[in-house]
Nanobody, 114 residues
Framework: VQLQASGGGLVQAGGSLRISCVVS????????MSWYRQAPGNERELVAT???????TYADSVKGRFTISRDNAKNTLYLQMNSLKPEDTADYYC?????????WGQGTLVTVSS
């Protein structure tokens, strides 16, 4: 399983950005999908999860600002980020999980300027 994240970039505080993660397997719909992020000097943290059934959960720090979604027809995971803050600056990683198997994509860098 290969995951390809994209869509990161530089945005001003208060702005919006949408990042994507394309998964190589056609059984994408069976995977639970998550976004994580890691800022310099910090540990990787869970941002949001969407189950294979479409149930979503969010870290408290992003609730009400970020929306995770998936398009099973396109094997693609999304993270819509609104009202961005400088503290959202990080490398964002997507993860696919099914049973005991976890697969990671490479990071896409999001930089929020103040």
């Amino acid at each position: 399983v290969q995951l390809q994240a994209s869509g990161g970039g530089l945005v001003q505080a208060g702005g919006s950005l949408r990042i994507s993660c394309v998964v190589s397997r056609s059984i994408f719909s069976l995977y639970h999908m998550s976004w994580y992020r890691q800022a310099p000097g910090n540990e990787r943290e869970l941002v949001a999860t969407i189950t294979s059934g479409g149930i979503t959960t969010y870290a408290d720090s992003v609730k009400g600002r970020f929306t995770i979604s998936r398009d099973n027809a396109k094997n693609t995971l999304y993270l819509q980020m609104n009202s961005l803050k400088p503290e959202d600056t990080a490398d964002y990683y997507c993860r696919a999980s099914r049973g005991n198997y976890n697969y990671w994509g490479q990071g896409t860098l999001v930089t929020v300027s103040s």
